[in-house]
């Protein structure tokens, strides 16, 4: 949603979603299995970049990019084993995962597409990482009021590519997952004061040091 304060049209817009606002060549995306899709906007406007680039020149301005990356609501169904999936088995649809190759793939193709469109001062990546389970979907009711501790278990990714990676780097995955499927349960079963959520802000990563699989997990960084 934006909000347009002078626009001539309309003061509240709401675009599209998921896509891209200029005519990307199919080239730039043949070799990914998930592509981008260009939108309306872009294929109404296909020369509104070069030209807003040639007027910001004329003005001595730059001009910065800016790409939504891994929050969109248009691959989630159609790739979901590509979305953030945690220790419980639900996929987190709007968000797609760092980890899975498809993923990397499309967003470093997305990036060398977007750096062709105009003379770019910046490359601005918003959500290039797993976001959170409390910034999953556009309006979140957790009905219980979830803790920092509770927040950060839900937001450990699972996925098939997560499990994997972790895998193929020496960690217990199936451990790890038991764990945090369990811790998430029994925290979620406490009352809310009773949670140690203030513990784990204090101790942060070294709260689970009881568990060095979990540990292991946690510092955990895919290869690219």
Request: hydrophobic share 40%; charged share 25%.
């Amino acid at each position: 949603m934006f909000l347009q304060l002078r626009s001539l049209k309309r003061r509240v817009h709401f675009p599209r979603d998921g896509v891209l606002y200029y005519p990307a060549d199919p080239k730039d995306f043949a070799a990914c299995r998930v592509r981008s899709l260009a939108g309306d906007f872009a294929h109404m406007h296909p020369a509104f970049f070069p030209k807003l680039a040639e007027k910001a020149d004329k003005h001595g301005m730059t001009l910065p990019s800016w790409t939504v990356c891994l929050h969109n609501t248009r691959l989630r169904y159609q790739h979901p084993k590509a979305c953030v999936q945690n220790a419980l088995g639900d996929i987190t649809h709007d968000n797609q995962c760092p980890v899975n190759d498809d993923i990397r793939d499309t967003m470093a193709a997305l990036m060398r597409s977007v750096y062709q469109l105009a003379p770019l001062r910046t490359l601005q990546m918003e959500s290039m990482n797993c976001m959170g389970f409390v910034h999953e979907y556009p309006h979140e009711k957790d009905g219980a009021g979830l803790t920092a501790l509770e927040d950060f278990l839900l937001s450990l990714c699972f996925c098939p590519a997560c499990m994997a990676k972790g895998r193929a780097a020496g960690v217990d995955m199936e451990h790890v997952r038991e764990r945090v499927r369990a811790d998430v349960k029994k925290y979620l079963a406490l009352p809310r004061k009773a949670v140690p959520s203030q513990e784990f802000l204090t101790l942060e990563p070294n709260f689970f040091a009881d568990d060095p699989n979990l540990m292991a997990f946690l510092r955990f960084a895919p290869k690219p």
